[in-house]
């Protein structure tokens, strides 16, 4: 792989070690601003996954809140998104994510706290902070996603735990979805080597965020966005 374009300066990842680096003082404290990952406090995304598997049908209900709540990560204060999966009226998915923001323009993930309702009860597999355990965190999205076209990078890394990359395809991408229709939207693929097989399409439309998620028996679709 490639290295990321030197413009990033120090919030950088080096793929020759698989190894994050950047500055805590690179970022900035207010919110998060970036055109294709925008997270106003306030503000509750509302989507709609619909899951096609062994000739069955199932919807997912997913209310994604940017709360005001902070949370200091190796010394960066990141802003704190609450996320809810229902299906049926049932409570299966509930997630605090950490995100922040450098004065590139470049979203950072650094962990969630996610606990996901399972045959045996509640389980909290599949949660991380960058930090702790060697954790690192990831790029979600650049602040000029237009100069890393064609580069793959890290969106999370914990070893064995959370190992999400993704590669990024295009910025004059199209998507419909009930929420509207977008042009020159950024669209990635998302994988992940602790399960080849899942592999995920996204389209992040200006000034709105991600509009649509597509995979083999997924597909995810905006619904509405609310403002409080």
């Excluded at 306030?42 to 598997?53: A, K, L, M, P, S």
């Excluded at 200091?72 to 299966?92: F, M, P, R, S, W």
Aim: net charge negative.
């Amino acid at each position: 792989m490639n290295p990321l374009h030197s413009s990033t300066a120090d919030n950088a990842q080096s793929f020759s070690t698989g190894k994050f680096k950047f500055n805590a003082n690179s970022f900035v404290s207010s919110a998060i601003n970036n055109p294709y990952f925008p997270l106003l406090p306030g503000t509750v995304f509302h989507y709609v996954n619909t899951i096609e598997e062994h000739h069955e049908k199932s919807r997912e209900h997913e209310t994604m809140t940017v709360t005001s709540d902070i949370k200091n990560i190796l010394g960066v204060n990141c802003e704190a998104v609450h996320d809810v999966i229902k299906e049926d009226g049932q409570l299966t998915e509930d997630t605090y994510d950490w995100y922040a923001q450098d004065t590139l323009g470049n979203v950072w993930y650094f962990g969630e706290y996610t606990k996901e309702l399972t045959d045996t009860g509640w389980s909290t597999e599949g949660s991380w902070e960058a930090g702790v355990d060697s954790a690192a965190p990831g790029i979600i999205m650049f602040g000029m996603p237009a100069l890393f076209v064609g580069q793959t990078y890290y969106q999370e890394f914990s070893l064995g735990v959370a190992e999400d990359q993704a590669t990024l395809l295009s910025v004059t991408a199209t998507a419909t979805v009930p929420y509207g229709s977008f042009s020159n939207c950024v669209k990635t693929k998302e994988f992940t080597a602790l399960d080849p097989k899942d592999i995920e399409h996204k389209f992040y439309a200006p000034g709105v965020g991600q509009v649509l998620g597509v995979s083999a028996h997924e597909t995810d679709r905006l619904i509405s966005i609310v403002h409080k």
